[in-house]
T-cell receptor
Framework: DAKTTQPPSMDCAEGRAANLPCNHSTISGNEYVYWYRQIHSQGPQYIIHGLKNNETNEMASLIITEDRKSSTLILPHATLRDTAVYYC????????????FGSGTRLLVRP | GAVVSQHPSWVICKSGTSVKIECRSL??????MFWYRQFPKQSLMLMAT?????????EQGVEKDKFLINHASLTLSTLTVTSAHPEDSSFYIC???????????FGPGTRLLVL
């Protein structure tokens, strides 16, 4: 699976958009980009995933560059409850469905 | 929704005993489930893939005789830590792959402390 690179930490003000970048320069055509987050002492929570098109759901938007080498997760109006570790994961589109977690980005939303 | 539960949420046991952790998909069927382990201040590490009705597939370096996995139904997988030792103390998390989808949904985790 392609490796991802994320900044170790970020912060943003409550009510503002949080833009979390992820680099996956070695991604191949059959690999998805997944985003999960983990709030302290809980199991990860699925946020969104995409292959090549931008995606949006009730939680966030996922913007994937045209060359697919990077992506950005956007939380449009961050709240204090969005403070968590955010994981960007590239998954091969095969029958294993395995997710390999990296170190993620620790997002702190400031009041 | 896609709800996954784990039981127990935390357990303390003596060294040498065995501990069983249950993972249930409450509102969907899951042919495939996964078990992860997470040490403090570290990321999740995939331990094994559990498939209903067949043997689990373990990741490299994970002892299959120590971490017994049983996936007896489409909604239940169990992880048994046999002869637990203090170094097995960790946060164990399961996930379930919703059939006909490509997304894993995670349980809340089980914190194991071996004394």
């Amino acid at each position: 699976d392609a490796k991802t690179t994320q900044p170790p930490s970020m912060d943003c003000a409550e009510g503002r958009a949080a833009n979390l970048p992820c680099n996956h320069s070695t991604i191949s055509g059959n690999e998805y980009v997944y985003w999960y987050r983990q709030i302290h002492s809980q199991g990860p929570q699925y946020i969104i995933h995409g292959l090549k098109n931008n995606e949006t759901n009730e939680m966030a938007s996922l913007i994937i560059t045209e060359d697919r080498k990077s992506s950005t997760l956007i939380l449009p109006h961050a709240t204090l409850r969005d403070t968590a570790v955010y994981y960007c994961i590239v998954r091969v589109r095969d029958s294993s469905y395995k997710l390999i977690f990296g170190s993620g980005t620790r997002l702190l939303v400031r009041p | 929704g896609a709800v996954v539960s784990q039981h127990p949420s935390w357990v303390i046991c003596k060294s040498g005993t065995s501990v069983k952790i249950e993972c249930r998909s409450l509102d969907f069927q899951a042919t495939t489930m996964f078990w992860y382990r997470q040490f403090p201040k570290q990321s999740l590490m995939l331990m094994a893939t559990s498939n209903e009705g067949s043997k689990a597939t373990y990741e490299q370096g994970v002892e299959k005789d120590k971490f017994l996995i049983n996936h007896a139904s489409l909604t239940l997988s169990t992880l048994t830590v046999t002869s637990a030792h203090p170094e097995d103390s960790s946060f164990y998390i399961c996930s379930a792959l919703r059939d006909n989808q490509e997304t894993q949904y995670f349980g809340p985790g089980t914190r194991l402390l071996v004394l």
